[in-house]
């Protein structure tokens, strides 16, 4: 089974892309991020043309996060528990039957959190991320493959950026953010990349600006953890840095791991 984390930045925009890369990728189920689109907007036709199933938790003009797949999940489940005044549409649980059991895989788009000293955007960063622990720690006690998959907005070591120097004041790299995502792993999860690969440099986003995919200055912020009856069937991990090369690319690259399920 091939399971996917894609930041899409903007479905709408990216649709012909996204389309191309379902032929040629063939994934099995994909976490889509930052879709930018409302439920009812959101290019479902040309997806389910595919033989995709569409589940969408979409919010106007940013964020939102979809899950497709092959089979249809027995169980969707929108937005992080834990603060049911956050309108921010960041988060969605799908859970699927398989031949060896429940599955289940999350679409995760956490906050960016910049500018730092920002006295909202980066303590709700650090918020979100308590949230999310609390909640990877009680599927946790569920004992069944999970799979948390997205767009972390954080860079775990030194080796997952370009330049240690220049992401140093930032909200992807601050210590804060890194001690909050080790608790998150420390929790039995494993991150699957480095679990497959110890090679360096290994990105999974590109700026924009600077010629940053020309010249591979990039980092590696989308993020497959994995809980460790996930872990027990990882076969190996693929980061489909191509796709940075198409026309009207995301930022952002799928990573794909592949499992025995």
């Not at 995709?52 to 089979?71: D, M, W």
């Amino acid at each position: 089974m091939k399971i996917v984390t894609w930041n899409i930045n903007g479905v709408r925009a990216r649709i012909e892309n996204l389309c191309a890369w379902l032929k040629e990728s063939d994934p099995d189920i994909v976490c889509l991020q930052e879709i930018k689109s409302v439920d009812e907007n959101f290019p479902r036709l040309e997806i389910e043309a595919l033989g995709y199933h569409v589940e969408t938790h979409g919010q106007k003009g940013f964020n939102g996060v979809a899950i497709l797949s092959k089979v249809s999940p027995d169980e969707v489940t929108r937005g992080l528990p834990g603060d049911d005044a956050d309108e921010q549409s960041r988060f969605m649980e799908a859970v699927f039957s398989t031949e060896k059991g429940a599955l289940r895989v999350c679409s995760i788009y956490l906050p960016n959190g910049n500018p730092p000293d920002d006295p909202v955007k980066y303590p709700y960063k650090l918020a979100w991320m308590a949230r999310l622990e609390a909640f990877a720690k009680s599927r946790l006690a569920l004992e069944e493959p999970l799979v948390l998959a997205g767009d972390y907005n954080v860079i775990p070591e030194p080796h997952d950026c370009y330049d240690p120097a220049a992401w140093a004041g930032d909200a992807l790299f601050l210590p804060q953010t890194r001690q909050a995502f080790r608790r998150i792993e420390n929790l039995g999860f494993t991150d699957a990349l480095r679990a497959s690969s110890d090679g360096v440099p290994v990105y999974t986003f590109w700026d924009y600006q600077a010629g940053a995919w020309q010249k591979n200055n990039g980092i590696r912020i989308d993020h497959l953890m994995l809980s460790p009856e996930a872990a027990n069937r990882l076969k190996s991990v693929a980061v489909e840095k191509h796709v940075r090369a198409w026309e009207k690319p995301s930022d952002h690259v799928p990573v794909a791991g592949y499992f025995d399920f």
